[in-house]
């Protein structure tokens, strides 16, 4: 049985479609028949059972910039060849140009029901945005990976194409997407854990079921130089609220954050403020609210001049259950806010 | 968060008595915590020597708010 030859879309950035590089970033999203430039690659490693039959492109400002317009215009051009497949990139640790290959997979896949594979250095910040939807092959973070990385980009995105089974991400080589599957083990759990353990304490290998999610690093910003003028904030995950929670925080499974005076407030008594905080027992917290929101000790700094000023805001919302997507938007809400305040520290405090 | 507010280059003090979870999530300004449910209190000691530790450790966070770092790092 001979099976239909695939046909393929690959997209590309400007500089990889060869328009030019930055200079070219603003170029609006064209199309060009056949495989161009890193195509090439990908077509010696699609074989015979595919073909690149158009490239379509746009230049990284012109997607950033504009994006849903960009986006709606590549996804005409792509399902102007009726590709079987769309291929984007690799965009290896280029930020904007992994955005776009993960967006566009993303849209044609959901307008066009049409497999997508993209390929991303593992570290490139669209992988934390994209990787949950979209298969990402793992690359290195430069283009001298490129060749590697296609092979590995071909041979998943024809298993995609032809709704062949897909193995699992260390296998196929693509980043985890987050997916649990149901599988039969010969040993039971309690078995495979003592074994697990017995290959460590011998210093052998061993690989754990359960991987502890990869999280990046922030470079540091410099320290605060006066902290006599510094105009520090209060920050909390621990749910101090006013008593009576009038404005209904959630306990756990945060939605939203608040923020709160703390204008004429020289200690957080029981009186008047509380914990909600659904995930763990309140009630030292509730005794002295201080314990979680330092603001007695905060106030006493500032009359003594070692701060130049607590700020009469604090922030807050309940750290338990709370999504790692909501907290990312909450703390880019609130670091507007603090930006906008002038605050030059935070004090962070979580139970 | 207290990376994300770092990102945007506020320096953050993460008080939190998880130190591994804060170690494996990475903060880079890390003060360990008295206790899951009172970080800045102990309901052990009396009032005097509770506040106490808790000027101390708040000390110690503004040590860190004042200290130029590479990366990471527990103030303990």
Known sequence: MTMKRLRVVH?????????????????????????VGPGQVLQRSLGDEAEVVGTVSCGDNFFTEREDEAVGSIVELIRSYAPDLLVAGPAFNAGRYGVACGRICQAVQETLGLPAVTGMYPENPAVELY??????????????????????????????ARRAQVGLPADEGYIPRGLRF????????????VDMLLRSVRGESWETEWPLPHYDRVP???????????????????????????????????TKWLKYSLAGVDDLTSERWQSIHGGYDTTRANEDPDRVLPVDVLRELERDGAIGRLHDQYWVFV????????????????????????????????T | ????????????????????????????????????????????????????????????????????????TIFR
Do not use: C
């Open chain 1, 11 to 35: 997209y590309l950035n400007q500089f990889f479609a060869g328009s030019g590089g930055e200079d070219k970033a603003g170029e609006g999203p064209r199309n060009r028949d056949g495989a």
């Open chain 2, 1 to 72: 968060m207290a990376k994300e507010f770092e990102r945007k280059g506020i320096p953050t003090a993460f008080i939190s008595t998880i130190v591994p979870l804060a170690e494996s999530i990475g903060p880079n300004r890390i003060i360990p915590g008295q206790g899951i449910t009172h970080p800045l209190g102990d309901p052990m000691l009396s009032r005097d020597e509770e506040r106490s530790l808790r000027r101390r450790m708040i000390q110690r966070a503004l040590e860190a708010l004042q200290t130029d770092i590479e990366g990471q």
């Open chain 1, 220 to 254: 540091p910003p410099a320290a605060i130089k006066d902290m006599g003028r510094a105009t520090l904030a209060l920050v909390t995950s621990g749910g101090i609220v006013p008593r009576g929670n009038p404005d209904r925080i959630e306990s756990t499974y945060a």
């Open chain 1, 319 to 350: 750290g338990s259950g709370a999504s790692t997507t909501n907290a990312r938007r909450f703390a880019e809400e609130m670091a507007r806010e603090l930006v906008a305040s002038s605050v030059q520290g935070v004090i962070f405090t979580a």
């Open chain 1, 131 to 160: 990787r949950q939807r979209v298969h990402i092959v793992a690359s290195g973070p430069s283009a001298t990976s490129m060749p590697a990385t296609l092979q590995r980009m071909a041979g998943l995105g024809i298993k995609l």
């Open chain 1, 182 to 193: 149901t599988g039969m083990a010969k040993e039971t759990a309690a078995t495979r854990a």
